[in-house]
Structures are given as structure tokens and as C-alpha cells.
């Protein structure tokens, strides 16, 4: 199919497009387009009017500070993976967006896009989860900062208003850390069926669970903290059997559905065992401990 008609416009500053979404209706932003191309050729996004944002030179960067790392929203995910900045703090990420579609999709396909998009199967909804991020948002009049609990209301539904843009996402630095991600899906480069990462920080000579986090996506409308099992693991020395938990602490958490990719039980049963997978790859991988 073909989209519905609709008017382009290639903003050449952050101020011009805020003041076309401040004075235009029904306008969707597009940067790599990956996610709003198809929807449209769908018919089930129909804007009067797209933006295009790809020129805003001030919306693609990385900037260090001494408790955090800040990336622009037009990042893409081949510039997140080949980053150096993000594989010395965050090397998740970079393992992570490996698993995105394929390379093509990589060079084109945006950090902004894929959270602004929402679709709980992806991986940067899931990866701004775990790493507690704090999403940046501005239209003509003001800036707002919306904690990542807060940014995902459901199924491709986010606190972002009409005529707000994401300009950047901030990740606090996490000191003395371990990490695992692992995907599951039905063929290589497919949305992930379901998908799961954990953090565990670490201390006493990174012996014990300080912190755990652990997050999954593909099992309800959004990306779910597993708060009860993250719990349950603080205080706990990291070489004990972390694969032994209450699985009615993981079952209650999420809420798959049946649909043409696997049934409920299906799911259940990937998510427990991709959890105990990153479960037992975290303990085993280097610690990250770079921050000064």
C-alpha cells in the first residue's frame, strides 16, 4: 500500500521545528523512519504534515559529564554500537542493538525513533529501562525531563506531547557492575518474542549484590521491572545459584498474550529461561568499573 497524502518539511534547526509543531496539526516527526514509513504505507499513521529532523545537527551527539552520559535522540544504532564512549560505560548497549533487524535498518534507525515508537519487543525501550534514564524533552516554550518509569504509558504510547521533540536521553554512570542481555525471536534480525537484560552492582570487593536490575520486554504492554526478583537479590553474595528464585515472582510481573508469534505458555516458559540464562552470563562476565 501507499501512505495518504500528506505535506514535507525539512526543519534546519531545533527552533524551526519546535515552531512547527507549535503552529501546525496532525505533524509527525520522521528521522530514519523506520518505524513511521511503515505505518504509514499501512494507512495506520495518516499525518497532514512530516517533519523531517535529520538536518538538526544539535540533536546527534555524546556528552560525558562526571556522573552521567547524555546522547542525542538522532543518534543511530551503528553510531551507538561503534561508540567508544558508550562501550567504556555501557557496553550493553552496543551488544544489545546488535540484535536490531539488520544493518541496513542500523545505519538508519535512531535512538529517539525507537523510544518515541514504543513497541515493547525493542531493544533501546528496554535498555533505557534498566539503565534508569532520564528522557529530555522541549517544545517552543519549555524544557521537561520525564524519569523513564514515567515515559511509557503502553503499547506505542509514551508521555511525549504533540508538540514536544526528545532532544536527549541521559544515563546516570553505574560503578562496579556486571551485566548480560539476551533476545529471543523467530528468526535473526525479527522483533524479539521476548527479550531480557539484568544489572547486578556489585561491592565488598564485588562479592555482593548492591543493586539488582532486571528487565524484560515482549510480555505486556511495556517494558517490566522485575522489582520482587530485584529485591530479593540485593544483599546477596554474587557467586550463590541467582537461577533458583520464585518463578510466581516472574509470572506475576508480566502478561503475555496469545498471537501468531507463540502462545502464553511459550512465553512463560522463554521468559524464565532467558532469565536464567542472563542470570547466570552476568556473574560470569568482566565487571565494568570505569567511573572515577
Known sequence: MKPSDFKYFRANSLDHALDILNSEENVKIIAGGQSLVPLMNFRLGQPDLLLDINDIKDLNFESESSSSLEIGS????????????????????????????????????????????????????????????????????????????????????????????????????????????????????????????????????????????????????????????EKKFTGKNIYEDLSIYKKLDLFEAINPVNDNHGSIDYKNYLSDSLLKKVLKKCVKARVISNVK
Not at 74 to 93: E, G, M, V
Not at 135 to 155: G, M, P
Not at 158 to 171: A, F, G, H, K, Y
Not at 189 to 203: K, R, S
Open 74 to 229: 538522532l543518534l543511530t544504532h551503528t553510531n551507538a554500537i561503534n561508540s567508544n564512549l558508550i562501550k567504556l560505560f555501557f557496553p550493553i548497549i552496543s551488544y544489545a542493538l546488535k540484535y536490531v533487524a539488520h544493518q541496513t535498518i542500523r545505519n538508519q534507525g535512531t535512538l529517539g525513533g525507537s523510544i518515541v515508537n514504543a513497541d515493547p519487543s525493542s531493544e533501546w525501550p528496554l535498555l533505557i529501562s534498566l539503565l534508569n534514564a532520564k528522557i529530555n524533552v522541549r517544545n517552543k516554550f519549555k524544557e521537561r525531563e520525564i524519569l523513564v518509569n514515567d515515559f511509557f504509558e503502553s503499547h506505542f504510547v509514551t508521555n511525549v506531547e504533540d508538540d514536544e521533540i526528545v532532544t536527549s536521553v541521559t544515563l546516570p554512570k553505574i560503578n562496579k557492575y556486571c551485566w548480560a542481555f539476551e533476545e529471543h525471536s523467530s528468526r535473526k534480525g525479527d522483533f524479539a518474542i521476548v527479550e531480557t537484560g539484568v544489572i547486578l552492582e556489585l561491592e565488598d570487593n564485588c562479592e555482593t549484590i548492591k543493586n539488582a536490575r532486571i528487565a524484560i520486554g515482549g510480555v505486556d504492554e511495556k517494558i517490566i521491572r522485575l522489582e520482587k526478583i
